[in-house]
């Protein structure tokens, strides 16, 4: 049997787990001096209780690597096969850590998504078109898929991406002044945070995101996860907005888990999905 692990980092919540057949490794966030696992011991609404109203950011780090082991080994020493789908090691250490530890064991395969929340879905739905097929054939499906995987983002507050070191405060002041609404994407090579647009004021990104799908040439053969933090009314003026051919691609809303949503910030908003084309910029 296939049996396949993710991190937190890709927001598939703990009551997802059967209808997505994985198993689910929390990130860590520390707020106030205190730990907690990622979508266990902190729902969403204590998160932003503690964000917003309290003010206190957190620190994430790597999901518990002892847990980690133990619970992979139980299943490789059954003889089933284990996949690994971690959040991009362009933003976390998880990958590099899990494959350390895994390294020798032969029944294991960590992958390196090179991108985090609803792109870990899409990747997710893909190896379960394939269960009954072996292990090396779902790997190869997943490496191919990921470099086609898209994430098109907007934050409505810069303030949480400085506060996250993933922008400077010069430019959250010089981007706040000028109401500039960065579009953001995990580059599907290297895994990291970049800025594949910028548009002046709310109402221009939202119909930035939307065009992404035309412009990035969304493959209709997938879905596409409309993501949100906090509030989805963001979202749902995003949707209105959207062509209607789209429309029957959407999945359910994705409310980011809070080691993800941290670094958005309250009612950020975007669009994952496949494409068919290479990255672009998008200019408004």
């Known amino acids: 049997m296939i049996r396949v692990f993710v991190d937190s980092g890709s927001s598939i919540k703990q009551d997802e787990k059967e209808k997505y057949g994985v198993e689910i490794l929390p990130l860590k966030l520390n707020m106030g001096g205190r730990e907690y696992a990622d979508g266990i011991d902190l729902s969403i609404e204590q998160f932003y209780q503690k964000l917003i109203v309290d003010g206190i950011f957190p620190k994430t780090s790597l999901p518990s690597l002892g847990d980690a082991e133990t619970r992979v080994k139980a299943y490789t020493d059954a003889g089933d096969d284990v996949i690994i789908l971690t959040i991009s090691s362009g933003i976390s250490g998880t990958y590099n850590a899990l494959r350390t530890i895994f390294s ?50 907007v934050p409505e507050t810069l303030e949480y991406l400085c506060k996250g070191g993933r922008l400077s405060l010069t430019a959250m002041v010089a981007g706040t002044i000028l109401k500039i609404k960065p579009l953001i994407s995990l580059d599907s090579y290297s895994g990291k945070v970049k800025v594949i647009g910028k548009a002046i004021g709310l109402k221009r990104a939202m119909m930035a995101v939307a065009e992404s799908l035309r412009q990035l040439d969304c493959d209709e053969n997938y879905g596409i996860i409309p993501s949100y933090t906090f509030c989805k009314e963001n979202l749902d003026i995003l949707l209105s907005v959207t062509n209607d051919k789209y429309k029957p691609q959407m999945q359910e809303y994705d409310n980011l888990d809070p080691a993800i949503a941290c670094h958005w910030g309250p009612n950020a908003f975007g669009y994952i999905f496949v494409s068919k084309a290479t990255m672009q910029h998008i200019e408004q």
């Open 104 to 153: 020798d064991n032969k029944k294991v395969k960590v992958i390196d998504t090179r991108t985090a929340v609803g792109g870990i879905r899409l990747l997710v739905d893909e190896i379960n078109k394939y269960r009954d097929q072996s292990v090396d054939f779902i790997e190869r499906k997943i490496m191919k898929l990921i470099p086609r995987i898209r994430v098109v983002a």
